[in-house]
């Protein structure tokens, strides 16, 4: 039932955030602040994480194609493909909940149990257009880059693996050439409009889950663990729906 | 030049009728009625957990009666939040400030959303009012670094910067010592009196409602049956008000001494 109110109410601040909007130039600077606090503190853990996606990737199906002469050539595009069709998004979206959900979670909660939330509609102040709408704008800005630069990250560590490990006969060329016969610009978009909806998922969830808290710390912490659980399985969700979709 | 016009608005009445409040099957406010005269202070006391604050957020918009009215110059609530005919400000318990953002930027919050004055105003309003309750030092503090007492006041400068024609109170002398208290409610009986916007005060504080309340209520079974003065509460003839003003202290209640058989 409590799910069920999550996401009404997050379909709900969708429509409110739609509707401020038109406010918007005096809230830019909010948007600036969370975009820098999103991406610029997320962007080295996705460069870590996607360099040994990337490579394990290559590890793991090289050797599995080791036995089939020839099949190792394509080991570019299955790297290529997959980081940037699915891999990507998924693993940005996924530490941006753990990263930034939860910490909206944690703020907008707090906010809440301490009358801060209530302080804002007392000034007539809407706080979808004060502390909403920034986050969605800075979401929706930083998590196509973030999926990029993963995309980016985890085809390198590929090409690293290929150039290293032993087991693997072809050549950095070859996998280079793989990847660009293989990834065109469908692919990335694809990888890209699910970034999209993955971050606004994520956004809406915690900030539902966060002004709708009430309580202590005991509260604050059980929204906190709702957000990561219900933010991931939303995501797995929407991912084979999407996926369907834009096959 | 004073930033507050003493005589810029009329003071505004309030009207509540029939207001009931429940939550689950537990009842808070039942049948509430009230009149709060225009620019007068009215208390309102009750021991604790019997709505005081969920009267207040009724009163201050926050949350929505489950029946009946409240009026604020025969203008319904709901009415005056959609249009912002009549401002309303709420001096919230423990401050409520915005505890990312300076004691400076907390002030200035409300006219820059709102969008009422340039930047050199904004400071020279803030200033003022900061002067005023003697927290000029404090402008670029953070709020985590003020005392309990400081952030009542940068609240109270918050609500003041407001111009509110109505100004509510959550318990504004609670968990201070009594000098500190004595100093806000000087400050709440000051305002009332210079600007004559209509108060509202929640409080447990007798010290507080026979200072400067103009009219005294408490709260019982979810109603206030009866209004009372400074003068007269002292003399109610209610056992309730009697014991909720002068409570008997007993050492020897026969729940202590159960646990010692």
């Not at chain 1, 309580?215 to 663990?225: D, H």
């Not at chain 2, 207040?56 to 009215?69: C, E, F, N, S, T």
């Not at chain 2, 002292?234 to 056992?239: F, G």
Request: neutral net charge.
């Amino acid at each position: 039932m409590k799910v069920l109110k999550d996401w009404q109410y997050a379909f709900v601040l969708l429509w409110q955030t739609f509707k401020e909007l038109r406010y918007l130039p005096r809230q830019w600077q909010r948007c600036i602040e969370h975009s820098c606090n999103m991406g610029y503190k997320t962007f080295p853990i996705v460069g870590i994480l996607s360099l040994f996606m990337g490579g394990i990737l290559a590890l793991q199906t090289g050797y599995s194609l080791s036995n089939l002469p020839g099949a190792q050539t394509f080991l570019g595009s299955i790297v290529g493909l997959s980081m940037c069709r699915e891999l990507g998004p998924l693993m940005t979206a996924f530490l941006l909940t753990g990263r930034v959900g939860s910490a909206i979670t944690a703020e907008l909660a707090s906010m809440s149990a301490y009358q801060e939330i209530d302080a804002l509609k007392t000034m007539n102040l809407s706080p979808t257009r004060l502390l909403v709408m920034p986050r969605v704008l800075g979401g929706l800005l930083m998590m196509p880059l973030l999926t990029m630069f993963s995309n980016v990250l985890g085809w390198i560590g590929g090409w690293f693996v290929v150039k290293t490990v032993d087991v693997i006969s072809i050549d950095g060329g070859t996998y280079w050439r793989s990847l660009q016969q293989f990834v065109d610009l469908d692919s990335l978009n694809d990888g890209l409009v699910k970034a999209e909806i993955f971050a606004l998922t994520i956004i809406l969830m915690s900030c539902s889950i966060g002004l709708r808290t009430f309580g202590g710390p005991r509260e604050i912490g059980a929204s906190v663990t709702s957000t990561l659980v219900q933010t991931m399985i939303a995501i797995l969700t929407l991912d084979y729906f999407v996926t369907k979709l834009l096959l | 030049m004073p930033i507050f016009d003493q005589h810029r608005k009329a003071p505004v009445s309030i009207k509540i009728n029939g207001v009931c409040k429940a939550f689950g099957e537990r009842i808070v406010l039942n049948q509430l009625n009230l009149e709060v005269n225009p620019g007068e202070i009215f208390v309102l006391m009750g021991p604790s957990g019997v709505g005081k604050s969920v009267f207040l957020k009724l009163l201050a918009g926050l949350d929505r009666p489950d029946a009946g009215h409240i009026t604020i110059n025969r203008t319904s609530l709901d009415r005056v939040k959609k249009t912002n005919k009549y401002v309303l400000g709420l001096v919230f318990q423990a401050g409520a400030l915005f505890n990312s953002i300076s004691v400076f930027d907390n002030l200035a919050l409300y006219f820059r959303e709102h969008a009422l004055y340039d930047e050199a105003e904004i400071e020279k309003r803030i200033f003022q009012v900061l002067h005023m309750l003697n927290l000029q030092n404090t402008a670029f503090l953070m709020p985590s670094n003020l005392s309990g007492g400081m952030k009542k006041r940068v609240a109270l400068a918050r609500g003041l910067l407001m111009e509110p024609d109505v100004l509510l109170f959550d318990e504004p002398t609670s968990e201070l010592d009594p000098m500190t208290a004595a100093s806000i409610i000087e400050l709440i009986g000051f305002v009332n009196k210079n600007l004559g916007m209509t108060t509202v005060i929640v409080s447990h504080d007798i010290i507080l409602a026979k200072n400067i309340g103009t009219h005294i209520g408490v709260i019982q079974n979810g109603k206030i049956d009866e209004v009372y003065t400074a003068q007269t509460i002292m003399c109610a003839k209610n056992e309730y008000v009697k014991n909720f003003l002068n409570p008997t202290i007993n050492l020897e209640h026969p729940n202590f001494l159960s646990l010692l058989s």
